[in-house]
């Protein structure tokens, strides 16, 4: 369809040819009007029924809502339609019938559950404010890429079937690999830190993570997207300052570019109001958790924070804060120990009110040190030799930390459940569509 | 490291801190010279035993190659020098001492294996030449991204964990998912066609894929990047036309931004001469055959091009040309036929003389033919119902492609081995690192 125009671009004046989806038809007796639906807004379709041809007409208001037409005519301006404008039909043509029923009424004024919207994600993402959802997760994907290459970092991607998992063998999805064993990736950690060893230095990355994990609740996935960064030569206060760019150049550039997709959300105003990283930005966890007065019963210093306690720390703190000084010994073998106290990590998370949205820290870069770490955790260095060995050969100290994707979109958005976030969503129950 | 400096950042009369890999010592007695280099590029250390503390000397001369470390001093021209300057250390850290032997020289002086690069790709990304390719891949990303974006396109994430293929059951790796079976996704197809039939309409997605094919070729990955497109209301003619400016773009990208990474390359003239993509674009596949003149006796309509005839006909025709109207009966059930000659298929591939980079065509999205062509290869349309029942709900004409990734960059770039352009390829013998 070389001639084909969005119905945002008809202009009065124009003769066009739109296409699209049949939104609704209302037939007033002599008058009545089609709208017309595509990707760029909705457009008014009208049939003066004595001044048409009879069959245009027939076909024009006989089509099942949510078929496919195309409908070429001049366009004019009516101030009474939608959009301002209209459409006199000279011809239609209906591209694809809808069935009568359908599984899920995509204009929304019959609710419907997640999962049947899932099911039926192609439906689903016909009404705007599910649309929105995805074209925020589009633009938040650009924004951060584009921030991480403001700060000098490349692009990388790295492999996701494996040999061995990042944390030893739990929580992993196991495949037959020509016979061999391997997983699929829970996290591109270890091949991040072996870039910040090679001349590239500073890396990021957005890809799928799989994780295996029994949990099946509103905020949990089994595969979803990590957005990673590591940089040689910085400490876990700069990885902290890159994380608070990051996040903060994802709001800002929805705000900026999403107001449409925020009105569909229903979000313009509050978006707005919401404080942005740096203005809610707290570090000095277990300290913090002095400052919280009727949560120091709940928390256990070291302890992660109970959903409880992390919801009245946000409320205090702001919208987004670190908790930063975990303990040592909670912590994976490549999160560095402060220099000055080893029972104290160098390990940070980024809270919202609502959960853990990134988890970062400085790496041990000291090859003894790693050793001696894989062994503390009971893991077997022999089998991750083809990570430790990069660290006799010259690895700087770096930082760096892995920022969830879909909890981003998640929280940014004020959603109930994760799955919202994500097309087609992979839980213990659902690996289809 | 709060306050470091990049090595291309030192101006003369600036007090810095660099830090970087000790890339060379060269000692000429009185005098000795260290060089030392980060993901910026190279910097003198100049070491003048008599007027500097002995230890000083003695540690950055004393050094390891491939160590990292870092010097504080101030920085003077000096027209002899690499880069034009060069720094005098007033204090000098060994931050990571490399071992003596490394298992590759990252100068590149002695030649290594691949194998032995893969093995080791932490230290072979220090060459300027390795660096290069995945900072070309960077930016090839971002390229095709940002041109995708501009025609309208919204990007997306699909599933790499499902229930069935996208062509059946060959050529996948099994997972074992909660009990159950699934796989490993061999490509985004169906679900950016059910994108199209969304309020997205036109999407786009770079991301892996993963197929179990049992070749060990230099042009075959078992995990790989692919490119994809699919937007509603366009054919395959149009679907050429958007592969073609997004090839083009990632040519015109490189050629823009990538100068220093083409001349590590030694590609800095032969990239200038390169037709680009719609200089030597070529339509009408099996009647192309006919213009080349000396492949007609190799060249059976239909069938897949044998090596050969891909190189002569690339040379016939330039460095990127098109082949359409395959037969339909060797095309998946997802694409479509033409409608005036139903033995013809609107697929189409985008040919370097050396490979295959895309492959693409207008969609089947008209139900019963759909389930037809699902009947015809012996496939059980029952599986696919989640893709198939989409249809009768209003699905639009569509038509899109999939682009290699790797492949993309290794006829760019001129390399011999696919290999080359993954940091940590996967193939039936490579799992790690």
Redesign the interface.
Known sequence: ??N?TYTADAEPGDTVTV?G??HEVRDLGGIAFLIL???SGKIQVKFEKDEMDDDLVETGLGVHR???ISVTGEVDEEPRAPTGVEVTPESLDV?????AQ??LDPSGKVDAELSTRL??????????E??AI??IR?EV??AV?DKF?DL?A???????????GTEGGTEL??????G?E?F?NQSPQL?KQ??V??????VFEV??I?R?EEHNTPRHL??A?SIDFES????HT?AMDVCEAVVTAAYEAVEENCQDELEALGLEEEFERRPRVPAAHLRGGHRAHQRTGELDEQLVWGDDLPTEGEKALGEDVGEHYFITDWPSEIKPFYIKDHDDDETLSTGFDMMHPNMELVSGGQRE??FDHLVAGFEQQGLDPDAFE??TK????????HAGFGLGGERLIMTMLGLENIREA?????D?QR???
């Open positions: 369809m070389r084909r296409a989806w049949v639906r595509d990707t949510e078929s496919v591209i694809a019938e809808a069935e359908l599984p099911d039926n994600r192609t439906l689903d993402l016909r009404k705007d599910v649309k995805f074209e589009a994907q650009r890429r290459r000098r490349t692009e990388i991607n790295t492999p996701k079937i494996v040999a061995t999805f196991p495949i037959t690999y020509f061999q391997a699929m091949f072996l870039m060893g090679s001349g590239l230095e500073r890809g799928p799989f295996a089994n595969e997207t040689a030569f910085i400490d700069e870069h000291r083809y990570y990069m660290f006799k050969y010259g690895m700087p100290p994500v097309l087609f969503p992979r213990r690996l289809s569509p």
